[in-house]
Structures are given as C-alpha cells and as structure tokens.
C-alpha cells in the first residue's frame, strides 16, 4: 500500500480533487468509486485498506494505459 498506514489509523486517499470521471465512475483524485468515498467514514481499517489495495492496483492500469503506445490509427494527445 503506497500511503496506507499497516497499523493505526488508516488515511483517507481524499486529495481534494473531487470529480467523477463518467467513463468508469472513478474519482480523478483518489480513483475510489462513490460507493467507497460515501461508505469510508463507516469501514473499518481493514475494509480501508482494501480499498487502498484497489487504488494502487488502479493506479497501476493507468500508468500502464498511459506508457502503452498508441494503437495504429490512434492519435494520443
């Protein structure tokens, strides 16, 4: 986990950049869906580091869509 604490409190992913990207229903800040921004005030901190464990691996296919060369025909901007 990038910024998840093992022990302790574990902290919000929130960066105060608060918009829904529609294509996949994902936070451009903190790449959580709705359903995990309305829910972390109630989970525990294992049930926060799971959703910790998905941003990373979110982050992750990001990262590798955005190093992939563009497809034939494809610009990329």
């Given at each position: 986990?990038?910024?998840?604490?093992?022990?302790?409190?574990?902290?919000?992913?929130?960066?105060?950049?608060?918009?829904?990207?529609?294509?996949n229903?994902?936070?451009?800040?903190?790449?959580?869906?709705?359903?995990?921004?309305?829910?972390?005030?109630?989970?525990?901190?294992d049930?926060?580091?799971?959703?910790?464990?998905?941003?990373?691996?979110?982050?992750?296919?990001?990262?590798?869509?955005?190093?992939?060369?563009?497809?034939?025909?494809?610009?990329?901007?």
């Amino acid at each position: 986990m990038s910024r998840a604490s093992r022990a302790g409190v574990v902290p919000s992913p929130c960066i105060s950049v608060c918009r829904i990207d529609p294509s996949n229903g994902l936070c451009e800040g903190c790449l959580r869906t709705l359903d995990e921004i309305a829910c972390w005030g109630a989970m525990n901190d294992d049930a926060r580091r799971s959703v910790w464990v998905a941003i990373d691996e979110r982050r992750e296919r990001r990262s590798a869509r955005a190093d992939a060369p563009a497809s034939s025909g494809e610009l990329r901007r």
